[in-house]
């Protein structure tokens, strides 16, 4: 085993002293960079099939990335996101000189004692990237060197792949693991559902659709004839000529809060973007005065907890639902959702996997991020079905069916569109009044490039920066003189920057506050490049 890992990783080779780590979610970086990194972990891959003895997921993708970039994320048994443990093995493998390589491998195996007699199962999926096939072809050298099995979906949204990796260690239970079977779980769904859509016009039922250019286009496709013109699709930025995730896509609306390049929304059109492997979506419209409204992960949240408490009250079910957010969540979100519906939020650090993971405490956990990645999970485990009198038998059933059109694997940008648009269905709301739920706080995200950001260390949730000393003291200066204002600063786990937030009672306060907090990441945090210039 020793020889083969060894001789079959030279083909693979590692660029002398390059370091990477597993971030939010796995690995990124330029798409050269990774060959390496993606053999290595169809080796990891198999080592964790081996030690719980179910499938792994390997999703080659660098979701909201540029084109050039590309990425990896590891799935585990139930379709969430790896183990926090074993990033950890990720990182120490992917940055293992050649010469010890095996000796880190060995590590792992001993460390966590696994039978490597144990049968093993990968299921692999990839992007529309031009380098994601090559890459993916080393994912899967790195599974056969360690005899695992292979399941090589190709192109697949990451979702999808959540979704098999789910289907096949719940034996089908959860449903089936084929892309047939992912299109007929939630197209059935989706129309039983629009049977109890109010005044459900061909008018209503017209969404048009940025497909970032990347795989989630390819997919509506796919799904769209299972749909029964229930829902008319109209689909923008489809990959036929325009770049991965170039001026369009989700991540490209939620942070120039614009439209996406190459869409033609008329006044009132509904609208959403997905991201480039579709699993974020956001929706937007523009008004009758040419204003763009963004209705984001947080507006999405609150449509689908206020859905789901009603139904559970008329289904005489008393279940706990609580939202889990980041710190980029709007604040009037969180006080709409902890005033008005009275829900329990709860704030975690950025990453599905702290969502999620967070999500699972409650009966139903509803977590989304403001950027539009998100879901509902518990929803099968506590809802027994035995309503007896009618309108609770009439709930339940719209329960059972939204059950069944959410992937509670992972945040879907799919299964998260046919909710949104069957939830607005049902109960004949438009757009403009999902989005009149409550008003955001203007807000600005914007970028800061320093020499080396883990030099900022946050906490309590990412809300605070602990590190440089002095930062947060400025930032909370500054916060001071803005009304409802509040900021924060954090580096990302996705791209080799500093992400900024900003928000306050007017847009102008929200930019001036954002900008003065990027001056003092630059002076503070070892800002590279030139200064951030003030917004116009
Ligand atoms: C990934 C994660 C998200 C996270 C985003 C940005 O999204 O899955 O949870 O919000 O990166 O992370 P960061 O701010 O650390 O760069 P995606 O859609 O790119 O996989």
């Known amino acids: 085993l020793d020889s083969k890992a060894s001789q079959k990783s030279m083909l693979h080779p590692k660029p002398k002293g390059l370091m990477l780590q597993y971030g939010t979610a796995g690995f990124r970086t330029t798409a050269k960079h990774l060959d390496h990194v993606m053999f290595r972990m169809g080796l990891l891959a198999t080592l964790r099939s081996r030690k719980t003895k179910s499938t792994i997921g390997v999703m080659v993708t660098a979701s909201h990335n540029p084109e050039e970039d590309n990425g990896l994320k590891l799935i585990d048994p139930m379709g969430e996101m790896v183990t926090p443990s074993w990033e950890g093995y ?102 039983e559902l629009t049977k109890n859509a109010r005044n459900h016009t061909d008018d209503q039922k017209r969404l048009l659709v940025d497909g970032a250019n990347g795989i989630g286009a390819l997919k509506v496709r796919e799904l769209e004839a299972c749909l029964q013109s229930e829902l008319q699709m109209v689909l923008f930025n489809d990959g036929s000529n325009g770049k991965l995730n170039y001026l369009c896509g989700a991540d490209y609306v939620k942070v120039q809060q614009k439209p996406p390049q190459g869409i033609n929304m008329g006044a009132g059109e509904r609208c959403c973007s997905f991201d480039g492997d579709a699993d974020r979506i956001v929706y937007y419209y523009n ?166 950001r883990r030099m900022i260390d946050t906490a309590d949730a990412e809300r605070r920066a602990v590190t440089p000393a002095g930062l947060q003291d400025s930032i909370d200066a500054l916060v001071k003189k803005y009304t409802k204002a509040r900021a924060f600063v954090r580096p990302s786990g996705t791209e080799d920057l500093v992400r900024v937030y900003a928000e306050a009672e007017t847009q102008e306060s929200a930019d001036v506050l954002a900008h003065e907090v990027s001056l003092a990441v630059y002076h503070m945090a070892g800002g590279v490049g030139e200064k951030p210039k003030p917004l116009k």
Not at 179 to 185: A, E, F, I, P
Not at 300 to 328: D, H, R
Not at 329 to 337: F, M, P, V
């Open 287 to 452: 008004d009758s005065d040419g204003s763009f409204h963004l209705l984001d992960g947080d507006k999405i949240a609150t449509l689908i907890s206020t859905y789901l408490k009603e139904l559970l009250t008329q289904a005489g079910l008393n279940l706990q639902i609580a939202v889990v957010q980041t710190a980029y969540a709007n604040g009037s979100s969180t006080q709409y959702l902890e005033d008005i519906m009275k829900v329990t939020v709860s704030c975690t650090k950025t990453g599905v996997k702290h969502l999620h993971h967070a999500a699972q405490k409650f009966d139903i956990g509803v977590y989304f991020e403001a950027n539009g990645h998100g879901t509902v999970l518990q929803l099968s485990e506590f809802i027994r079905l035995k309503a007896s009198v009618d309108e609770k038998k009439h709930a339940a059933k719209l329960l059972e069916n939204t059950i069944n059109l959410i992937n509670q694997a992972t945040g879907d940008a799919i299964s998260d569109m046919l909710v949104i648009e069957a939830v607005l269905a049902i109960r004949g709301m438009t757009v403009q009044e999902w989005d009149s739920i409550y008003t955001d706080l203007p807000n600005r995200q914007l970028t800061v490039k320093v020499a080396d």
């Open 90 to 191: 990720a990182t120490q493998l992917a940055n293992a000189e050649q010469e010890v390589l095996c000796s880190a491998l060995k590590d792992i195996i001993e460390k966590e004692t696994i039978n490597m007699s144990e049968t093993a199962s990968v299921f692999v999926g990839r992007d529309t990237r031009p380098s994601s096939q090559r890459l993916s072809q080393a994912v899967l050298d790195g599974v056969s060197c360690l005899g695992g099995q292979i399941q090589d979906y190709g192109l697949v949204t990451t979702p999808q792949l959540h979704y098999m990796v789910r289907c096949r260690n719940t034996h089908g239970c959860y449903g089936t693991d084929t892309l047939q079977g992912y299109y007929q779980k939630l197209s059935q769904a989706f129309i």
